[in-house]
Nanobody
Framework: QVQLVESGGGLVQPGGSLRLSCAAPGSSFSSAIMGWYRQAPGKQRELVTTITSGGNTNYADSVKGRFTISRDNARNTVFLQMNSLKPEDTAVYYC?????????WGQGTQVTVSS
């Protein structure tokens, strides 16, 4: 069992920035595909971005050029830098880790973009 612990959510004004973190202590983190997903009220959970063990990244069109995913294997942590935030980015953001056929999810962290 892998525990993913997210942090960094909060309230930010439109145009602002936030940085989310997801730690996976005690795991074989470097071999995992890590990703961020989000779920807005009344909507399905959607993919935001992923990063492979080799550092290859993938982004949803809605966040390209604004969000950046990165990983620090020495700290067993993946980050999501979110810039130029928009009200439509408001959602609960979830970290996901994939080891082979096993998927693990964090508890989610709320991001609210509002003036």
């Amino acid at each position: 069992q892998v525990q993913l612990v997210e942090s960094g959510g909060g309230l930010v004004q439109p145009g602002g920035s936030l940085r989310l973190s997801c730690a996976a202590p005690g795991s074989s983190f470097s071999s995992a595909i890590m990703g961020w997903y989000r779920q807005a009220p009344g909507k399905q959970r959607e993919l935001v971005t992923t990063i492979t063990s080799g550092g290859n990244t993938n982004y949803a069109d809605s966040v390209k050029g604004r969000f950046t995913i990165s990983r620090d294997n020495a700290r067993n942590t993946v980050f999501l830098q979110m810039n130029s935030l928009k009200p439509e980015d408001t959602a609960v953001y979830y970290c996901k880790g994939t080891w082979g056929w096993r998927n693990y999810w964090g508890q989610g962290t709320q991001v609210t973009v509002s003036s």
